[in-house]
């Protein structure tokens, strides 16, 4: 029984470890390039352009994948393509919302809502913010879930919130 507990605790430390980019000084793309987790989704902002528009003033929220998130989606690589630029920009924008939006007042907007929250992505979408096991989860547009894993990441020009599952909505 205690090598099973042993075996359940560490399997639950791997599958959960993740970099921290909380760094208030540094801006949302800056702190996402600080640590490799992230490398595939940063590039992805680079190669979309959008890496130039969240660098500006903000304040912007960002839902961000991890690496291992990023590569359970299907797609991701022919999105990469230059002819796939401007739905791989749609689908980053999806992970954008113009403003500030901390846990705390994400959960604020589902407690208001009975349940749930709507929020503008900055691509003109819907992304609805509900809980479960008081974790923050996301449904796009197209019914896709993910999870907030490690909230409120703050940056220079707005913040960070990891998520499990990259490409939301289509």
Known sequence: M???VVLFLFSATVSFAQSSVDDSRKDLVSNLSSTSDYSMFTNALNVSGLSQTIKSNGPFTLF???DKA???MNSSEDLMKTENKEKLTKLLSNH???GKYTSKSIKEAIEQGKGKAEF????????VASLSDNAILLTDEAGNTSRVTMPDQNSENGIIHIIDTAGMAK
């Open 120 to 127: 503008k992505t900055l691509s003109g979408g819907t992304v």
């Open 64 to 66: 961000a994948p991890t």
């Open 70 to 72: 990023f590569e359970k």
């Open 96 to 98: 954008i919302l113009t």
């Open 2 to 4: 205690k090598k099973l």
